[in-house]
């Protein structure tokens, strides 16, 4: 599980050169972070939040409800 202390200062990278309240994100299924702004979604593998651009990016246009189980890290 993630902590609630890191969850309150990530952001999504994507948004939050826009100003400090940019970029809040919302914990979703336990696994997934969702940005308020942009909708893009991290998936968090393994306790870890994988906030890359380019995930998130494969996610955005997933309705929240169809989000999958993410799978573990790998490497």
Do not use: F, H
Request: hydrophobic share 40%; proline share 9%.
């Amino acid at each position: 599980m993630v902590s609630q202390d890191l969850l309150d200062i990530l952001r999504c990278p994507a948004c939050v050169r826009n100003g400090p309240e940019a970029g809040l994100l919302d914990l979703v299924k336990e696994t997934w972070l969702v940005c308020r702004d942009c909708q893009r979604k991290y998936p968090i593998r393994d306790d870890i939040p994988v906030m890359l651009i380019e995930e998130g990016d494969k996610w955005r246009d997933v309705a929240v409800e169809d989000l999958p189980e993410p799978g573990p890290l790998v490497g």
